[in-house]
């Protein structure tokens, strides 16, 4: 059963559009959200995060837009360019967890120039 | 600083053979994690550890081993590999809270072969 659940798994955007990647939990129990960012090779990399008690966090050109209700979380980045090019993964927490992060499935987000 | 480091970074191994993965970190956390990275599965909880002497299953514990005698390090052991256990090993470990927003540091991965 996937707690977290990741769409697209792939994604080409042309260089200065926009990425969307959306993901939906069902755990109410899950009170952080955050996304990571991984290049080939690499391990994955926190890039932004959001609680929510907040529906919006913008750093630079990516916002994670959250909807409580619905129980889905999205990151957009604006603006993107080749070296965005990466997986990008969200991920889900609860305060008593020990920081355990559930992970979706990932986006393979390519960035043509 | 390092950060996290993860030995070795391949190994092939035959069936029935054991092996063991290291990951070690300089940032004095006291949380570490395994986890496994599959294609279209994301990456998926193996083992964890609160502190020195502490360790507790994950979403697919079976098949490893953990041990964490030191508070900078943390291993995972497979005692009789497997095909299935083919996958890339990621260790993370991050600073303690009960808050959940503490982030996860992450190796560079262990990538493993089993025939």
């Known amino acids: 059963q996937q707690q977290v659940k990741q769409s697209p798994q792939s994604l080409i955007v042309q260089k200065g559009g926009i990425s969307i990647i959306n993901c939906a939990y069902e755990?109410?129990?899950?009170?952080?959200f955050p996304w990571y960012q991984q290049f080939p090779g690499k391990g994955p990399a926190l890039l932004i995060a959001i609680r929510p008690d907040v529906s919006e966090k913008k750093e630079g050109r990516f916002t994670i837009s959250f909807n409580k209700s619905a129980k889905q979380f999205s990151l957009h980045i604006m603006d993107s360019q080749p070296g965005d090019s990466a997986t990008y993964f969200c991920?889900?927490?609860?305060?008593?967890?020990?920081?355990?992060?559930?992970f979706g499935a990932g986006t393979r987000l390519a960035v043509h120039p | 600083n390092a950060g996290v480091t993860q030995t070795p970074k391949f190994r092939v191994l035959k069936t029935g053979q054991s092996m063991t993965l290291l990951c070690a970190q300089d940032?004095?956390?006291?949380?570490m994690y395994w986890y496994r990275q599959d294609p279209g599965m994301g990456l998926r909880l193996i083992h964890y550890?609160?502190?020195?002497?502490?360790?507790a299953k994950g979403e697919v514990p079976d098949g490893y081993n953990v041990s964490r005698l030191k508070k900078q390090n943390f291993l995972l052991g497979l005692e009789s590999a497997a095909p299935s256990q083919t996958s890339v090993y990621f260790c993370a470990s991050s600073r303690p809270g009960t808050s959940g927003n503490n982030e996860q540091f992450f190796g560079p991965g262990t990538r493993l072969t089993v025939l």
């Open positions: 550890s609160v502190g020195e002497g502490t360790t």
């Open positions: 991920a889900a927490t609860s305060r008593s967890g020990y920081n355990k992060l559930i």
């Open positions: 940032m004095n956390h006291e949380y």
């Open positions: 755990n109410t129990a899950f009170d952080y």
